[in-house]
């Protein structure tokens, strides 16, 4: 894995698409949050400006990501820069979902 | 809690349900009849509070985590639902949100849940996509486990006589009143309705007493006031002191010593003193109510209503569901007779449908066959179901709201239709099915002779033939007392049906709430009424008065009825000849002959 210390705020800050057929759906976001939780910080999604707890499942349904948008993960500690990679990895990878 | 002087407050509206119930009185909102307990805690009390709520949650997380072990191997791939409600247990919007609560606001557990919860579902509402919306079930499903595990460890509360509540509401729609949990409700009242609104029809099927039509109920009693309802008189005591407490106590023992007593001579069969025997059938509404159909002594299922099915659910349901909740109901009738009446519903209730636009009358409206007839595959599918079912049975089909020969030529085609697309798919169903209609509709009492050629019986729903002949609405309170079953020009009209089913040779029965008063049971009879249907717990009482009278005798009385031009000059020779009769069959068991 490569790190790179002189650019924080883009390690920190990872936008990508929702590429599963469901979107974010509740089992889905039951494994975002369960990454979140190692946090040490608050981690947060975004959707269209608005930004919710990425510890909450709530939240993140609430969020509402159908297949096809886009969504920017981020922390607000730079030590959790591994659980931003780790979301980012799992919704890279459609939430293990078979197509 | 205690009470300065008690007011014993009474309060007069319409008998909805028969019985008493003696509790403390919880408010509902309409569409919301989720009853949780809502008080105020102390400060001191907080930690001990919010202590109890993580309890009930820890509580709830192994639950769920011991049904997940019990799941047997092949469904383990469907745990990731109840995996999604753990997840759910444990989220900061309701776990967090509620500890909050309870400590800001000083607020009990099952209040603040449910005010987090309310949130969520807030939030949720506004979002359209489907599969975010059911999370809602999700929610509320962990919500309920959660405030089960609270009650559980709730303390006693002093006032309680009896931890069940007394709902009180404007108005109950039939999909509010369905949602009653009868381990929470001992009974309830409302501003709005009458004897014969849905919501008394499912009150009395619920066996809880009920009184509507109170008009300011909801202004004059607030949540946690003790309530003694008197669902027989239609009387409500506010506050009530420890005088009447212990009256309406005795009173409550004496009516369910008489519904017992009642009950033990309910099989007997309803033959008159000079043996002419009378079916006496149950009216229902739900596959479980069969059981209920069964042990009042009921002959068969003379009315089962189907919009149950319809209202409950997002979408219609498939032909499927249908044909297993009717095929149950004609198994445990074990041959006696199941009388499927089709669809009766107006467009504005069905699904989410909003192609048909709100109607200003609905009464009125595009409703049962009419809608049936717009939306023939609707209607198809509960036709196909019903002729499978009654395979397993005697079921017979019926059809509401039919308003003259062209409806009932247009349901033929479409019953022959099924017939033949079921015969294509060589599906297993009874061919030969017996078709009768509901008259209900005044047009229907005028081409009654033309109509039973074409049919295999008659049965009048008095409920809205009444409403439609004498032009007022059931529902509304200001007109409720001019609902009457014993107008001379109701009962002119279901004699000339009788005589004209006679004449054709078909059956002709009663299924409104006019068959279940013993009161009109000497009426009807003489008018050559076969069979007669109501909800289950009247069954017993009708057929104890059918025992007690001789057709013979009730002929002539009939003539005499005919000749009364008001319904008071009826009502009091009713009351004359039979009143001492009823009173008397109310208090004493006549003995097991």
Not at chain 2, 164 to 173: E, F
Request: hydrophobic share 40%.
């Amino acid at each position: 894995m490569k790190k790179s210390n002189n650019n924080v705020q883009a390690d920190l800050t990872r936008s990508m698409t929702i590429d599963n057929q469901l979107g974010m759906h509740a089992r889905a976001a039951a494994r975002i949050v369960r990454l979140a939780e190692k946090a040490k910080g608050q981690v947060f999604i975004e959707k269209d400006g608005i930004s919710v707890d990425a510890g909450s499942v709530l939240d993140i349904l609430t969020l509402n990501c159908p297949m096809g948008c886009t969504v920017t993960v981020r922390a607000a500690m730079a030590e959790d820069k591994d659980v931003v990679e780790s979301i980012e990895r799992l919704i890279k990878n459609k939430f293990g979902e078979p197509e | 809690m205690l009470h300065e002087a008690s007011k014993n407050i009474i309060l007069k509206g319409i008998g909805g349900s028969p019985g008493i119930a003696i509790g403390k009185a919880y408010f509902v909102e309409k569409g919301k009849v989720d009853i949780v307990d809502k008080y105020r805690i102390r400060p001191g009390r907080v930690e001990s509070e919010v202590k109890r709520f993580r309890n009930a949650v820890t509580e709830s997380k192994q639950e769920l985590a011991r049904i997940m072990e019990g799941l047997p191997e092949e469904y383990r791939e469907n745990t990731y639902i109840l995996d999604a409600q753990l997840m759910l247990l444990a989220d900061k919007k309701i776990y967090e949100s509620t500890i909050a609560r309870i400590e800001k606001e000083q607020i009990n557990s099952e209040w603040a849940l449910q005010k987090s919860v309310d949130d969520v579902r807030e939030v949720f509402s506004k979002i359209s996509a489907p599969y975010i919306k059911e999370r809602i079930n999700d929610i509320v499903h962990v919500s309920e486990r959660i405030l089960r595990n609270l009650t559980g460890q709730e303390e006693d509360d002093i006032s309680a006589i009896n931890k069940r509540v007394i709902l009180v509401a404007h108005d109950l729609s039939p999909a509010d009143a369905t949602q009653i949990q009868l381990e929470k409700v001992m009974g309830f009242i409302t501003d709005l309705g009458g004897r014969t609104s849905h919501t008394a029809i499912i009150a009395r099927s619920l066996e809880i007493p009920a009184v509507l039509g109170l008009e300011d109920a909801t202004r004059r009693i607030h949540t946690g006031d003790i309530l003694i309802i008197d669902g027989t008189k239609g009387m409500v005591i506010v506050d009530p002191d420890e005088e009447t407490v212990t009256r309406c106590h005795s009173e409550k023992e004496r009516f369910e010593a008489y519904e017992a007593m009642v009950a033990r001579s309910s099989h007997l069969p309803a033959e008159t003193l000079d043996g002419h025997h009378i079916r006496v059938m149950a009216n229902i509404e739900m596959a479980q109510e069969v059981v209920s159909a069964i042990d009042h002594g009921g002959d068969g299922i003379g009315l089962y209503r189907t919009e149950y099915l319809y209202l409950n659910k997002k979408g219609l349901p498939t032909e499927e569901e249908l044909f297993e909740s009717y095929r149950e109901v004609a198994e445990i009738m074990k041959g006696r007779p199941v009388t499927i009446r089709t669809l009766d519903i107006g467009a504005d209730k069905i699904g989410s449908d909003l192609k048909w636009s709100r109607e200003v009358n609905p009464a009125l409206g595009l409703r049962a066959i009419r809608f049936c007839m717009k939306e023939t595959g609707i209607f198809k599918t509960q036709l196909a179901a019903i002729l499978r079912a009654a395979v397993y049975g005697d079921v017979r089909l019926m059809i509401p709201m039919i308003s003259g020969m062209a409806e009932i030529i247009a349901a033929r085609r479409i019953l022959t239709d099924v017939c033949e697309s079921l015969d294509k798919e060589g599906v297993v169903f009874k061919k030969d099915i017996k078709v009768g209609i509901m008259v209900e509709v005044p047009s229907a009492v005028v081409l009654a002779d033309v109509l039973a050629e074409e049919v295999d019986f008659f049965s009048i729903g008095t409920n809205d033939l009444i409403q439609y002949s004498i032009a007022i609405d059931r529902g509304n309170e200001h007109v409720a007392d001019m609902y009457q079953p014993l107008h001379p020009a109701i009962l002119r009209m279901i004699k000339s049906v009788a005589e004209a089913a006679r004449a054709a040779g078909i059956k002709v029965s009663i299924c409104g709430e006019m068959a279940c008063s013993p009161f009109h049971v000497p009426i009807l009879l003489p008018m050559g009424i076969d069979e007669l249907s109501m909800n289950p717990i009247s069954i017993p009482e009708i057929k104890r008065m059918i025992r007690a009278i001789s057709l013979e005798d009730c002929r002539s009385f009939l003539e005499e009825v005919m000749k009364k031009r008001t319904v008071r000059e009826i009502l009091n020779i009713v009351e004359e000849e039979f009143g001492e009769k009823i009173q008397n069959m109310a208090s004493y068991e006549p003995g097991l002959k």
